[in-house]
T-cell receptor, first 115, second 114 residues
């Protein structure tokens, strides 16, 4: 069974600060890890993904995430946040094989950026 | 132009009634999905379709029936509605294989069952 855990329900930072949103997963197979963003009242938008290779992956709008096999983690980071980054962020896992492309999401982290 | 259209945006229904949620995508994808988001549960996978064929069904109830009349359509019929069905229902699409981790989501249909 795939599980995804986002330990922080809310994170509040000031504009210009750095931020790290945490994600831990549990799955014993070949998986894709990804992050999605959901602005208020909107659908989810893909930010980035990791499958293999360089454990640090770059996404849109200055976001990056780092995979750690030893920690079973895939934390999302941004060096300098903007007020428009305020949204809910979801970490997700999907099996690399199997064909159903089911995304299993964490509970989400609400990021609030104070201007 | 919106690439994934969901209709209606808001829907209010009475307990026991039946509703159809519409989803159309104009991304040329052959895989489509339904997810549900409610206050009680995080985003929850419901169905996946590939080339108009059901690939996976993770809903426990037969009251939820996807319908794919065209390859870019995946509607969701819900019968015998219950207040617990109140949620926002998201349609998504992707390339069917290899790119399933990058799914494009519609704006959602917010269903309230009274």
């Amino acid at each position: 069974t795939q599980t995804v855990s986002q330990s922080d329900a809310h994170v509040t930072v000031f504009e210009g600060d750095s931020v790290e949103l945490r994600c831990n997963y549990s799955y014993g197979g070949s998986i894709y890890l990804s992050w999605y963003i959901q602005h208020h009242g909107r659908g989810l938008q893909f930010l980035l993904k990791y499958y293999s290779g360089n454990p640090v992956v770059q996404g849109v709008n200055g976001f990056e995430a780092e995979f750690s096999k030893s920690d079973s983690s895939f934390h999302l980071r941004k060096a300098s946040v903007h007020w428009s980054d305020s949204a809910v962020y979801f970490c997700a896992v999907t099996m690399a094989t199997g064909g159903n492309n089911k995304l299993t999401f964490g509970q989400g982290t609400v990021l609030s950026v104070i201007p | 132009d919106p690439k994934i259209i969901q209709k209606p945006k808001y829907l209010v229904a009475v307990t026991g009634s039946e509703k159809i949620l519409i989803c159309e995508q104009y991304l040329g994808h052959n895989a489509m999905y339904w997810y549900r988001q409610s206050a009680k549960k995080p985003l929850e996978f419901m169905f996946s379709y590939s080339y108009q064929k059901l690939m996976d069904n993770q809903t426990a109830s037969s009251r939820f029936q996807p319908q794919s009349s065209k390859k870019n359509h995946l509607d969701l019929q819900i019968t015998a509605l219950k207040p617990d069905d109140s949620a926002t229902y998201f349609c998504a699409s992707s390339h069917p294989t290899g790119g399933g981790y990058e799914q494009y989501f519609g704006p959602g249909t917010r269903l309230t069952v009274l």
